[in-house]
């Protein structure tokens, strides 16, 4: 009978097999809470897990991803968003040898904070936070809030450094690949970070041809000529570049002409999709709806948590932000309908 424990013996084949430029499991930072070990999974499987137990993971299946509230089975969600990103994070980074339990806690977790209806939610959110918050709402940052304080009945998830490490640095937002910015503590982080632009240009691409909005010989050639005429093909193009130039690197690095039509095809779809006519109609819609929820209860309290004057207004502010953006899609419409919309007179 072994003297080791299951995740003593993880812990040791982690220590043969993965690179010199790995996150071992063992030589986390530690969790803002010191925890006793447990004997089976290693620190980031339990991250993992308790991700996916949370309810924050379960409200993203009712999350735009980029079309609002889409009728189409097929269409993406910020959930399946959110498992795309996670898988081709692992394949990128099982091919690199990096600690997979850790780029999947931190690609399961990354999107925990965002708002309902996608990017249009999110900045209007932040147009109306402002006014009482300078900094604004940043969907990374509320992420890292979700796992950090909201989760578990205000006790939070108590994750490693390093999740929550790669959680809050994941994002770009509409900057390129290229350009400078605060990375990730870990490979793993940055592994995350490139694989969720990998995935969002091309399955926000697939979604916008599966919606009509475009067609194929609307895509400029010079993507389809060096990403690929399909959708797998484009993605695989990527990873396998991705594998390529960041092997044996301590950093995850991309070819420049790869990079350059990522960053095309990024620009495309502001152009094209998020940021066409039709939509815009939609996200002032959007904008009105979060900031009448929002301002509601700023000033009337939340739920079953009447509005207290002695609180301070930032306070207020901030309880507001983190009920409006924990709102699925269906739950926003929902409960702009019971406030907002008078309600027929029953006799």
């Known amino acids: 009978m072994s003297k080791f424990t299951i995740r003593e013996e993880w812990e040791r084949i982690e220590g043969q097999i ?165 990375f990730p503590a870990t490979l793993e982080g940055q592994v995350v970070r490139i694989s969720d632009r990998i995935a969002y240009i091309n399955h926000d691409l697939d979604d916008a041809l599966r919606a009509g909005l475009l067609s194929l010989k609307d895509v400029p050639k010079s993507i389809l000529r060096v990403l690929g005429e399909t959708h797998s093909r484009r993605i695989g193009t990527i990873v396998k570049d991705v594998v390529e130039r960041s092997k044996g690197q301590s950093r995850i690095s991309i070819s420049p002409h790869i990079q350059q039509a990522m960053d095309q095809t990024k620009e495309f779809l502001y152009e094209t999709v998020y940021l066409r006519d039709e939509h815009q109609e939609e996200w002032g819609k959007v904008e009105r709806m979060i900031t009448l929820l929002f301002d509601y209860f700023v000033e009337r309290g939340l739920p079953g948590k009447p509005g207290d004057r002695e609180t301070p207004l930032p306070q207020r502010a901030r309880d507001a932000c983190d009920y409006v953006a924990g709102m699925t899609d269906q739950f926003a419409l929902w409960t702009f309908h019971e406030i907002f919309e008078p309600r027929p007179w029953q006799f």
């Open 18 to 182: 993965l690179s010199p430029f790995a996150q071992r499991s063992f030589k986390s930072k530690g969790r803002l809470r010191p925890e006793p070990p447990d004997d089976i999974r290693t620190e980031y499987q339990r991250d993992r897990d308790r991700i996916i137990h949370s309810k924050a993971f379960r409200r993203l299946k009712h999350k735009t991803q980029v079309l609002f509230a889409p009728q189409g089975d097929h269409y993406r969600t910020r959930m399946t968003h959110t498992l795309e990103v996670s898988q081709i994070a692992r394949t990128i980074g099982r091919a690199l040898c990096l600690n997979e339990d850790l780029i999947e806690a931190i690609a399961l977790g990354h999107d925990l904070g965002h708002t309902p209806f996608g990017h249009a939610g999110e900045q209007a959110l932040d147009n109306v936070y402002r006014k009482y918050v300078p900094e604004g709402f940043r969907h990374y940052e509320q992420s890292l809030r979700v796992v950090d304080v909201l989760e578990n009945e205000g006790k939070g998830l108590n994750l490693t450094f390093e999740v929550r490490d790669g959680i809050l640095h994941h994002s770009k937002g509409r900057k390129d690949i290229s350009e400078e910015g605060d």
